[in-house]
């Protein structure tokens, strides 16, 4: 309900705006999160962030019209369709669920309005003119493990991923990344979540003896795979990906997992950075202010998305304001080439660098390695 | 691929195969005494498993709330149609199964208690299940049997995510010892998967060779009809049938949980490996379901070995000849005599 009541909030602030000077002088932002539904778990710490949102930049009003997408790609569609036909909102932000997102685009492209998603949402080429991701692909995450690889004198790698998207992006990316530098994959092997063991493909893995193997796999679902290769009595390294990057690794497989090297963004893990870190001060600031909002102890990647949503607009709507009114198409247009040129911008999640070829944009020094010494996860 | 990685290969396929095989059974039993095909006989497997987890935490499985709710609602379908004092007696059970284990919760129990405590538990919903969502429906087709049991699958699993959360557990080994033969590594849990099967499978054919109820079943299983005749309540055997069915799936999950994480939704293709191993044996023998299971895990073993990516499509894909050989080789007749 009182979800209901901001609605109404801003739609009356709205209101009595365009009483007072045309509507047209706010930058409405239309924000489509998935505040109920099993994805919210993601969508609210993205609207406790937006919480602090200023509400002037550039010295214009900033309305933020917020809509439940209920984890639904159907939903986040009318949404998208009620912004820029009812709300004509100058940007929207969202939705932090993949598949939401990627409904939501469509009508995003058709209005000539931003997008910018809060999850990974992948699009054929030339589809995404209008969406911007705030999630790191996993390229560039693929990056920080090979450079650490090649430090390790790593020659070559297995590879143990889930039969699903999440492990096949995953070969496809670390594939070249890996030839590039040198390293041989020497084995590739699939399993998926529910399975009961892994030993038959610990047993072909071991026999093939890599200096390291990856496993590609999320959350708990991580330690299972591990836990069968060093059952196999494997001594090499063992990579884990950024979805594994979570205290649930641990709390599953428990002591096994020490000496595990673990790929993750820099935003929830802020003071440990090292000083070199081009993150570093962005990402404490973003984890000072929520913690300060929300608890200790409450940061979140998603959080870290939005708090990184509101540095990339300090820096593009006062670049658009100088080019057109808001809530003309010319605005919208204006956003859109300001965050293709806004070059270089330090983000709690690494540094960002939209171009017009690349709107995933994250620079490769953005990763972290991470190891896990005494179930806590230390940065390299 | 020497011997040594082949005993190897072997012994993990017939260790998960063994699970299968009490899953097979499962699925066999309700089948011919009930006609449901149940395919949320693997729900049963992850509450089981994910019931113990949460208890070695501390606190009180949801499952604990899931049970009364349910208990609740069959009662009120039990007051209606048959009076108050059989409504209290289907509260009985389940009350003392969940209070029993809420009060012991908070205590950190010793494990073989704590999973005494979730076998209760999980086994006390199999009857439940079966007054809700079955008993109304006992002489509709098997075809609108199957579509319930379809439905109770996807309402189980929406409220294992609801009670356990998305994450997996892993619950602790039983027996932490490893022997080593060779190159081969038994480990205890190994060992107790295997006995287990054998103990349940010997004790189901006592139950069905020498007991009255048992008797009752598989009078039930030859002809519905000819056994109501004979004053064999279909109601209770029902009820009897899904109680053993929902016992052998909580502790299939005991069985398999300590070996792998599992997940509110991980039973589902555990049963469903069962279930391949049922419809080999036509969903009609014992026996034949149990080599036919022990026969999917190997395959399944072996099939990670070769071509992990294609492992599910080999296992699942093995069920076309068997049903061709089947169809070909059995005389139709109907299914009811």
Same mark, same amino acid.
């Given at each position: 309900m009182k979800f209901k009541t901001k609605l109404i909030a801003a739609t009356v602030t709205t209101a009595f705006c365009s009483l007072i000077n045309p509507a047209w002088a706010d930058i409405n932002i239309g924000v489509s999160l998935a505040?109920? !539904?099993? !994805?919210s778990g993601l969508g609210i710490p993205m609207q406790n962030q937006l919480k602090?949102?200023? =509400?002037?930049i550039g010295g214009e009003k900033v309305n933020l019209i917020v809509l439940d997408d209920a984890t639904d790609p159907g939903k986040g569609a009318s949404n998208a369709r009620r912004f820029v036909t009812e709300d004509k909102v100058d940007l929207i932000l969202g939705s932090c669920i993949t598949a939401v997102a990627a409904a939501m685009s469509d009508i995003a492209t058709e209005a000539g309005t931003v997008q910018i998603a809060g999850s990974p949402v992948g699009l054929p &080429? !030339?589809? @995404? =003119?209008?969406v911007f991701r705030l999630p790191q692909s996993n390229t560039v995450m693929g990056h920080a493990m090979v450079e650490h690889m090649k430090k390790q004198g790593i020659k070559t790698v297995g590879f143990l991923g889930y039969t699903d998207a999440y492990g096949e992006q995953w070969l496809k990316e670390i594939s070249p990344q890996l030839e590039q530098a040198g390293i041989k994959l020497v084995a590739v092997e699939r399993f998926a979540r529910p399975d009961t063991s892994v030993t038959p493909q610990a047993l072909k893995l071991t026999s093939a003896n890599p200096d390291a193997i990856l496993i590609v796999a999320s959350g708990s679902g991580a330690a299972m795979p591990e836990l069968g290769i060093l059952d196999r009595g494997y001594k090499g390294k063992i990579y884990q990906t950024h979805a594994a990057a979570s205290q649930d690794l641990v709390r599953v497989g !428990? =002591? &096994?997992? @020490?000496?595990t090297f673990v790929v993750s963004g820099p935003a929830v893990i802020a003071e440990q950075?090292? @000083?070199?870190?081009?993150?570093k001060k962005v990402a404490i600031d973003f984890v000072q202010q929520y913690e300060k909002a929300n608890? &200790?102890?409450?940061?979140?990647q998603f959080a870290g998305h939005a708090y990184d949503f509101q540095v990339a607009m300090e820096k593009v709507l006062p670049m658009a304001l100088k080019k057109a009114k808001p809530g003309t198409p010319e605005f919208r247009a204006a956003i859109r080439d300001g965050l293709e040129t806004m070059g270089r911008t330090t983000f709690a999640h690494g540094v960002m660098n939209w171009s017009a070829a690349d709107h995933w944009g994250y620079t490769l020094e953005t990763g972290v390695m991470l190891k896990v010494v005494n179930g806590q996860f230390k940065v390299e | 691929m020497d011997f040594s990685i082949a005993s190897i290969l072997l012994l993990d396929g017939m260790t998960n195969g063994a699970v299968y095989a009490l899953l097979g059974l499962a699925t066999v039993l309700v089948f011919t005494v009930t006609r449901v095909i149940f395919i949320p006989q693997g729900e049963f497997v992850s509450y089981g498993a994910l019931t113990l987890a949460i208890l070695q935490t501390g606190k009180v499985p949801g499952t604990v709330w899931l049970l009364m709710g349910l208990a609740l609602v069959a009662a009120l379908m039990e007051w209606r149609s048959s009076g108050l004092k059989s409504g209290l007696k289907t509260l009985l059970l389940p009350a003392l199964a969940s209070g029993l284990t809420w009060w012991a919760a908070p205590l950190q129990l010793p494990l073989l208690i704590q999973a005494i405590l979730s076998i209760a538990v999980v086994t006390a919903f199999g009857p439940l299940v079966y007054r809700v969502a079955f008993q109304s429906l006992e002489s509709a087709s098997p075809l609108v049997l199957l579509i319930v049991s379809v439905g109770v699958h996807f309402a189980m699993t929406g409220f294992g995510l609801v009670f356990f959360g998305a994450e997996g557990y892993r619950s602790p080994s039983f027996w932490d010892t490893r022997f080593n033969l060779g190159s081969l590594t038994l480990t205890g849990q190994a060992l107790i998967i295997f006995i287990a099967a054998l103990a349940l499978i010997a004790m189901l054919w006592l139950f069905f060779e020498r007991t009255l109820f048992g008797k009752a079943l598989r009078a039930t299983a030859v002809n519905r009809t000819g056994a109501r005749l004979m004053g064999v309540s279909t109601h209770t055997a029902g009820q009897l049938t899904f109680l053993l069915a929902a016992m052998i799936g909580a502790i299939s999950g005991l069985l398999i949980g300590p070996s792998t994480t599992v997940f509110y939704d991980s039973g589902f293709l555990i049963g469903l490996k069962g279930f391949v191993a049922a419809v080999v044996a036509g969903l009609s023998s014992y026996p034949v379901a149990l080599v036919g299971a022990l026969f999917v895990g190997v395959v399944e073993s072996f099939a990670s070995f070769w071509a992990s990516s294609f492992k599910e499509v080999i296992v699942f894909t093995l069920i076309l000849p068997v049903l061709l050989w089947r169809s070909l080789t059995t005389v139709h007749s109907d299914e009811e005599h």
């Open positions: 505040l109920t !539904g099993p !994805g602090l949102f200023p =509400k002037t &080429a !030339g589809k @995404d =003119k209008w !428990g =002591k &096994a997992m @020490d000496g950075l090292p @000083d070199s870190h081009p993150s608890g &200790a102890g409450s940061r979140n | -």
